[in-house]
């Protein structure tokens, strides 16, 4: 399987509950990162953990990750409607240069109300 | 708080006919990006640039695709001959050091 593997692929939960995506990935990485698109629309970063960090909060979004499973996790805590969109994990191998983000598949969350 | 701005945000174009994409790093980004994505699928890496030169490129960015920072502000994104495959989302990024990328909103490009 490729860098950057979300499961599950499709998530559909109750507003209010939790929503919990993970991402596996193959090689060392200098940091993971997590985005969120809406249908159609941008790109837009929520979170990036570097590799020597375990968890990472920002606002209602809680990001781990675990370097010896090279697996991380996105928690999106008390899900609203808004949230319902699609989430990428990216692996960034940058040390020096230019380098480039690596993609997963995503992970399509619908909140219903 | 800075954006990279991409225009325009929709093009279509007829196949085999030119396209430029243009994208406005944010000013002080020294590594710049580009992705794609085609309805449905993953982003995937096109191309990265820095120093006024192509540091990578993936088997997509085959010869029909090239990249030019003209002028210091703008980076375009040029497909010579489009093919109905090019159809997708593209994406600009850019970054000032090993973290923080931004990406542009997009150009969906539709090729008929």
């Known amino acids: 399987s490729q860098q950057g593997e979300e499961d599950p692929q499709a998530l559909s939960i109750q507003e209010g509950e939790n929503a919990t995506m993970n991402c596996s990935y193959k090689?060392?990485?200098?940091?993971l990162q997590w985005y969120r698109q809406n249908s159609g629309r941008g790109l837009v970063h929520l979170i990036l953990?570097?590799?020597?960090?375990r968890e990472k909060h920002s606002g209602r979004l809680r990001v781990t990750l675990d370097t010896s499973k090279k697996s991380s996790s996105l928690l999106i805590t008390a899900s609203r409607a808004a949230d319902t969109a699609s989430y990428f994990c990216?692996?960034?191998?940058?040390?020096?240069?230019?380098?480039?983000?690596?993609f997963g598949q995503g992970t399509r969350l619908t909140i219903n109300p | 708080e800075p954006e990279v701005t991409q225009t325009p945000s929709h093009q279509v174009t007829q196949m085999g006919q030119e396209v430029i994409l243009r994208c406005v790093p944010i000013?002080?980004?020294?590594?710049f990006y580009w992705y794609r994505q085609i309805l449905g699928q993953k982003v995937e890496f096109l191309v990265s640039?820095?120093?006024?030169?192509?540091?990578?490129k993936s088997e997509i960015f085959d010869d029909q695709f090239s990249v030019e920072r003209p002028d210091g502000s703008n980076f375009t994104l040029k497909i010579r001959s489009t093919k109905l495959e090019d159809s997708a989302m593209y994406f600009c990024?850019?970054?000032?050091?090993?973290?923080?990328?931004?990406f542009g909103s997009g150009t969906r490009l539709t090729v008929v």
């Open positions: 990024a850019s970054r000032e050091t090993a973290y923080g990328y931004t």
């Open positions: 090689t060392s990485i200098n940091n």
């Open positions: 953990i570097r590799s020597n960090e």
């Open positions: 990216a692996t960034d191998r940058s040390m020096q240069g230019a380098q480039k983000l690596v």
């Open positions: 000013s002080n980004h020294l590594y």
């Open positions: 640039f820095y120093n006024n030169e192509i540091s990578e």
